[in-house]
């Protein structure tokens, strides 16, 4: 989209569209992005499908939150900088407070377990969004034997090893295929790029000078918000890949909070939408405990802005990058397997998300009810959020 495109669209209107993804974004990334499909790229025409796919696949190999990154990086292409910075608050902001409000009330929270019950439809409809977004993804990417051949072993690869190394593992590979296979000349052709080169400084800054400050300062808070920036920074993967690091650290070693409190809060942020990496706010807020309710709320700002700064810095620095070298004739064959790849995590997650949902016959109607909704493109995703939650508390 050039400068010219970014004025046409009104912030207005745009981020109204976020905050409609917010609503309706359950279940991770994968499901995230049948959201942004459905509301972004078929509704309103942001972008294409393969565009996409483009950023799905950089943020699979980038560390950080991967459908907040990708969002982000929609709102830059749509109006640049400052755009992205306002849609990171309107998809993220709401569910950090309601995190936040949910940390002062851990003494109840296991009263509120009780509706878990009710959230048991929000999984099949997830994996609607995502048989959706799958279809309409894998009928771009997929051009030639090569590209299905390479979705294919993209899902099969991805679904027996489940490791966080994997992901951007097969992205690459799948990159370097199509390179290999590409009969076009002249691939490696020149161009002119100007990397933003202070988001990266800041990005270091931030990383080693909270590390420099928890040695010099014995403060609480100074010690989560640079816990929750080194898990914004080392993990790869989005929320489910965090979550197993943040228990290791802040229950088990630092003993923050008890077992129970941890997975409480963690079953919680399942059942709200946004971005998973929210639950970094309860998490702050809970470790903070002990002082004034000032400190609590200032442990859970901390730990939501550090957790997503690192994935922000990191987004800034390489999306005008992307643009640039996406005009190098061997990176354009490489995204055709890049992209093919992703097609594949993505078709191959709406399975593991079956599965954890149970595949009985009131599951699979959601899911079949869901996929028909969202192909009618009459019906606005928080809605069929509603209906589902609703569902899954009358039924």
């Given at each position: 989209?050039?400068?010219e495109q970014?004025?046409?669209?009104?912030?207005?209107?745009?981020?109204?569209?976020?905050?409609?993804?917010?609503?309706?974004?359950?279940?991770?990334?994968?499901?995230?992005?049948g959201?942004?499909?459905?509301?972004?790229?078929?509704?309103?025409?942001?972008?294409?499908?393969?565009?996409?796919?483009?950023?799905?696949?950089?943020?699979?190999?980038?560390?950080?939150?991967?459908?907040?990154?990708?969002i982000?990086?929609?709102?830059?292409?749509?109006?640049?900088?400052?755009?992205?910075?306002?849609?990171?608050?309107?998809?993220?902001?709401?569910?950090?407070?309601?995190?936040?409000?949910l940390?002062?009330?851990?003494?109840?929270?296991?009263?509120?377990?009780?509706?878990?019950?009710?959230?048991?439809y929000?999984?099949?409809?997830?994996?609607?969004?995502?048989?959706?977004?799958?279809?309409?993804?894998?009928?771009?990417?997929?051009?030639?034997?090569?590209?299905?051949?390479?979705?294919?072993?993209?899902?099969?690869?991805?679904?027996?090893i489940?490791?966080?190394?994997?992901?951007?593992?097969?992205?690459?590979?799948?990159?370097?295929?199509?390179?290999?296979?590409?009969?076009?000349?002249?691939?490696?052709n020149?161009?002119?790029?100007?990397p933003?080169?202070?988001?990266?400084?800041?990005?270091?800054?931030?990383?080693?000078?909270?590390?420099?400050?928890t040695?010099?300062?014995?403060?609480?808070?100074?010690?989560?918000?640079?816990?929750?920036?080194?898990?914004?920074?080392?993990?790869i993967?989005?929320?489910?890949v965090?979550?197993?690091?943040?228990?290791?650290?802040?229950?088990?070693?630092?003993?923050?909070?008890?077992n129970?409190?941890?997975?409480?809060?963690?079953?919680?942020?399942?059942?709200l939408?946004?971005?998973?990496?929210?639950?970094?706010?309860?998490?702050?807020?809970?470790?903070?405990?002990?002082?004034?309710?000032?400190?609590?709320?200032?442990?859970?700002?901390?730990?939501?802005?550090?957790?997503?700064?690192?994935?922000?810095?990191?987004?800034?620095?390489?999306?005008?990058?992307?643009?640039?070298?996406?005009?190098i004739?061997?990176?354009?064959?490489?995204?055709?397997?890049?992209?093919?790849?992703?097609?594949?995590?993505?078709?191959?997650?709406?399975?593991?998300?079956?599965?954890?949902?149970?595949?009985?016959?009131?599951?699979?109607?959601?899911?079949?009810?869901?996929?028909?909704?969202?192909?009618?493109?009459?019906?606005?995703?928080?809605?069929?959020?509603?209906?589902?939650?609703?569902?899954?508390?009358?039924?």
């Amino acid at each position: 989209m050039s400068p010219e495109q970014q004025q046409k669209v009104p912030w207005k209107t745009f981020l109204k569209d976020v905050f409609i993804c917010s609503l309706g974004a359950y279940g991770g990334p994968e499901a995230h992005y049948g959201v942004f499909t459905d509301q972004l790229v078929v509704k309103k025409k942001y972008l294409t499908e393969e565009e996409l796919v483009e950023l799905i696949a950089l943020t699979g190999i980038l560390p950080g939150p991967s459908s907040t990154q990708t969002i982000v990086a929609i709102g830059y292409k749509t109006g640049g900088p400052l755009l992205a910075l306002f849609t990171m608050l309107v998809w993220a902001l709401p569910v950090l407070i309601v995190m936040t409000l949910l940390s002062f009330l851990a003494e109840f929270l296991d009263v509120l377990n009780v509706s878990q019950e009710g959230l048991r439809y929000i999984g099949p409809m997830a994996v609607g969004f995502i048989i959706a977004a799958a279809y309409r993804i894998g009928r771009k990417v997929v051009t030639d034997r090569i590209t299905f051949l390479l979705l294919l072993a993209g899902g099969v690869t991805t679904y027996f090893i489940r490791e966080p190394w994997i992901y951007p593992l097969v992205l690459v590979l799948g990159g370097v295929v199509t390179v290999i296979a590409s009969k076009e000349k002249d691939l490696w052709n020149r161009v002119i790029i100007n990397p933003p080169w202070r988001y990266l400084i800041a990005f270091a800054i931030f990383a080693v000078g909270s590390l420099i400050a928890t040695y010099l300062w014995d403060d609480k808070i100074i010690h989560l918000f640079e816990s929750f920036y080194r898990y914004g920074y080392l993990v790869i993967g989005g929320g489910q890949v965090v979550v197993p690091l943040m228990y290791s650290e802040l229950v088990e070693v630092n003993q923050y909070m008890t077992n129970q409190e941890f997975l409480t809060g963690f079953g919680l942020v399942q059942g709200l939408p946004g971005p998973m990496f929210s639950f970094s706010a309860y998490a702050g807020g809970m470790a903070a405990r002990g002082g004034s309710a000032l400190t609590q709320v200032i442990g859970a700002v901390a730990g939501g802005i550090a957790i997503f700064l690192p994935g922000l810095l990191l987004i800034y620095f390489i999306y005008p990058i992307w643009e640039k070298v996406k005009e190098i004739k061997g990176i354009k064959a490489s995204l055709r397997g890049v992209t093919a790849i992703a097609g594949g995590l993505i078709t191959v997650a709406a399975i593991i998300l079956m599965q954890k949902s149970g595949f009985v016959l009131d599951n699979i109607v959601v899911m079949l009810v869901t996929v028909a909704l969202l192909f009618t493109k009459k019906i606005p995703a928080p809605l069929i959020v509603v209906v589902a939650l609703a569902a899954g508390f009358i039924i």
